[in-house]
Structure formats: structure tokens, C-alpha cells
């Protein structure tokens, strides 16, 4: 399957297209800004302009050329996509190298399987020194294809030294301080403050931001095939980021992940409803301390999407359920609490301070817990 187009970043592209074109494009570029808005995809977008044999006018990529079908199937063999990966068991520096290469290739065969692929690690994933070696490799031999390497490094703030890799972020330097000639490495950060100093001295920072909601609603109405009011609806909390919209779409026996994210927001929905104090209490106990807290965060997600949809049903809309087909138990809690529009506006409201909390360092069980009782008193009237 080929990339999908990139959507929304004109200037941004404006400006590199007219750099490269120029000649005046570094060796070395880091595109930052915040996550899911499609860093990565813009730094292949850029590869993909390095090596088009026939660019047009504009200077846009041709999009027909061999290297630009190459590059939108991802198997462009002079483009080296890194990004971190969880450490596999290796006796040897040399087997661990191997083996990190092996799960990048795999990983790459994932992502061109469905470039909406979202990776899911059991381990924390990094830059451990093999990659790097590796890395380094494959900037040292004459490229395969075309005249240039190009090397696009995900998530670069992951380079830095670390219990697992003090010699990867300094291997890494070397390299960013002396780049074959015939090699760009392009790097993206959604953190670019924790990379280390001098990696950030040594390229040229590109700053992205988050795309308009009509970009993120055509992604989705174009891409993933959504009707324009479903488009609408979820790109309206995907906070400008199409990586976001894409964790938060409903799933048709997707990710596991994903499916049990809904499953607990609905238990938060319910028990949040629920008559007794003791039952919202339970909830927050069983749901709190599970999982991490970015999935924490993500539950609260969840939670405002079922809310939305709550909305819609309460609207009197209910052909417009964008996240969930459980139109009955909204119906029921619709019509049971007797909830208005209002009422679940201000709950969705009141579950974004919670994530902007959850950001924070309070604990997850106080939040949800005056979460719960809070969302009652939007969303249940008194008979
Ligand atoms: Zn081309």
C-alpha cells in the first residue's frame, strides 16, 4: 500500500520545496512540533522530493517516477527510515545489532502493510547503539539507486544517553557532525527540548504546527473513508494531529488496545450516572491504577468520545455516532438522566482539565473520582 498524501503544512513545504530547489537545503534538518500532526510523514514527503527524477514546476514531486513510487511504497532503497525500538535479547553487541535491525525491518514491513500502522512495544523503545551502528552503515556505502542517502530519525529526543545506550547519542553526533556528502538526515521531535544540545546546534530546526480541523476532517473523510459529519466530530478532539484521530478511531476489531480504552470509558460513563456514590467509587478504584498514565490519559480520551456521542443522541442526532454503535446505552442514559446538549458539553469540558491534570502529577485516582462526581451533576437532572 502507498503513503497516504500529506495533508495541511503548505508553508512548511513551501519553504523546503523552495530550499531544496534552491540549493540551499542542509544536510541536516529537524522538523519539530507536537505529536500526531505528521512529522514523519512530512520528512518523507521531503525525501521523497530529494529524489524525484522529474520533479514539476512547482518543484513538487513528480508522484509517476521510479523513485517516487519507490518512496511511497517505502521501499526506497537509498531511504532509511530509524526510529526507536524496544531492546531485544542479544549476547553480543554484534547479535543485538542484527536483531534490532531485523525488528526495524520488520516494523517497516508493518508500516507498508498499512501506513496507518501504529506500533505497539511490550518494552520501552530507544535508539540503542546498534541502531546507530547500523546507521552509520548505511551512511558510509554509495547510495543504491539515485545520487543521495536520505535518513529520517523518528522521535530523535529518544537519542540521548541512557542506562541501555551511553555511546548511541554520541555515535549519533559523530555522524551529524561530519554527514557524508551524499547523505541528508532529517530528524523529527515532538520534544525537541530533551534532545541533547549539541544535536540540536548541528541541524536546522523546522517547526510544524497542528493542522487546521478541516485538514485532520478531510484526512480522515479521504483516507479512512468517514462520512463528513463522523470526519467532523472526531477531528474536533483530535487537537489538530491526524496521529491523534487515528489512536481514537473506532475500531472494527482493530487494536486491542484501542477496544479496551472504549470498553473502560463506557464503564466511566456508566458509572458516572449511576445513582450511588459508591458505585462511582468503585469505578475509579477498578480503572485508576491500571495501565500507565498515558493510557490514562488516553481512557479520559475515550471517555469525552463517548461523551460526544452522548451529545449527539441527546441532540436528538443520533445517525451522527461518530465513536461507538452502542446507540441503546446512550439512549437509555439519555433518557434516563435526562440530559441535555449542555449538560455533556460542560462534562467533556470538565474531561479535558482531567487530562490536562492527568499531564500533571496528580494522582489518577483523586482525578477521576471528582471527575465522576462532577460529570454528574452536568449530565444528571433531578426529576
Ligand atoms: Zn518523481
Known amino acids: 500500500m502507498a503513503l497516504p498524501p500529506v495533508y495541511g503544512h503548505d508553508d512548511v513545504r513551501r519553504k523546503l ?12 534538518l529537524l522538523i519539530h512540533g507536537p505529536a500526531g500532526v505528521g512529522k514523519e510523514r512530512l520528512a518523507l514527503w521531503l525525501a521523497q522530493l530529494i529524489f524525484c527524477d522529474s520533479p514539476l514546476e512547482d518543484g ?9 513510487r519507490f518512496v511511497e511504497r517505502l521501499e526506497h532503497p537509498d531511504l532509511h527510515w530509524f526510529f526507536p525500538l524496544p531492546r531485544p535479547d542479544a549476547a553480543t553487541p554484534e547479535k543485538l545489532r542484527e536483531k534490532l535491525e531485523e525488528s ?23 535508539y540503542f547503539m546498534g541502531m546507530v551502528q547500523n546507521l552509520q552503515r548505511f551512511a558510509s556505502v554509495r547510495p543504491a539507486m539515485g545520487t543521495r542517502k ?7 529526543e529518544a537519542m540521548v544517553p541512557q542506562e541501555s545506550s551511553p555511546e548511541a547519542a554520541n555515535a549519533f553526533l559523530k555522524l551529524l557532525e561530519e554527514p557524508p556528502a551524499d547523505t541528508t538526515l532529517i530528524l523529527t521531535s515532538s520534544n525537541p527540548g530533551a534532545l541533547l544540545p549539541t544535536i540540536r546546534s548541528r ?8 493542522l487546521a480541523q478541516a485538514e485532520v ?23 489538530g494531529a491526524i496521529g491523534r484521530a487515528l489512536r481514537l478511531l473506532p475500531t472494527s ?4 488496545v484501542l477496544q479496551r480504552q472504549r470498553e473502560t470509558a463506557r464503564s466511566l460513563l456508566v458509572a458516572a450516572t449511576a445513582q450511588s456514590a459508591a458505585d462511582r467509587l468503585a469505578a475509579a478504584n477498578g480503572i485508576a491504577p ?14 469525552s468520545l463517548w461523551l460526544r456521542d452522548l451529545m449527539v443522541v441527546a441532540s436528538g442526532a443520533p445517525e451522527q455516532i461518530a465513536y461507538t454503535d452502542d446507540v441503546a446505552l446512550l439512549n437509555s442514559i439519555a433518557k434516563k438522566a435526562r440530559v441535555r446538549p449542555e449538560g455533556v458539553a460542560s462534562a467533556i469540558l470538565r474531561v479535558q482539565e482531567a487530562m490536562e491534570m492527568a499531564a500533571g502529577n496528580v494522582n489518577p485516582q483523586l482525578i477521576l473520582t471528582d471527575l465522576l462526581r462532577g460529570m454528574r451533576e452536568d449530565l444528571v437532572r433531578a426529576a
Request: hydrophobic share 45%.
Open 17 to 28: 520545496r523552495s530550499a531544496l530547489r534552491g540549493g540551499n537545503l542542509p544536510q541536516s
Open 60 to 68: 513538487e514531486a513528480c508522484g509517476r517516477c521510479h523513485a517516487c
Open 104 to 126: 526495524r525491518g520488520a516494523e517497516l514491513a508493518a508500516r507498508r502493510a498499512d501506513p496507518f500502522h501504529i506500533p505497539a512495544f511490550d518494552k520501552a523503545p530507544a
Open 150 to 156: 536520505v535518513f529520517v530519525v523518528g522521535d530523535a
Open 203 to 210: 541541524v536546522l530546526p523546522v517547526r510544524v504546527l497542528r
Open 217 to 239: 476532517a478531510a484526512f480522515l473523510a479521504k483516507e479512512k473513508g468517514m462520512k463528513p459529519a463522523e470526519a467532523e466530530s472526531l477531528a474536533a478532539v483530535s487537537e
Open 253 to 256: 476489531g482493530g487494536s486491542g
Open 290 to 303: 491500571a495501565g500507565a498514565r498515558g493510557e490514562f490519559t488516553s481512557g479520559l480520551q475515550a471517555l
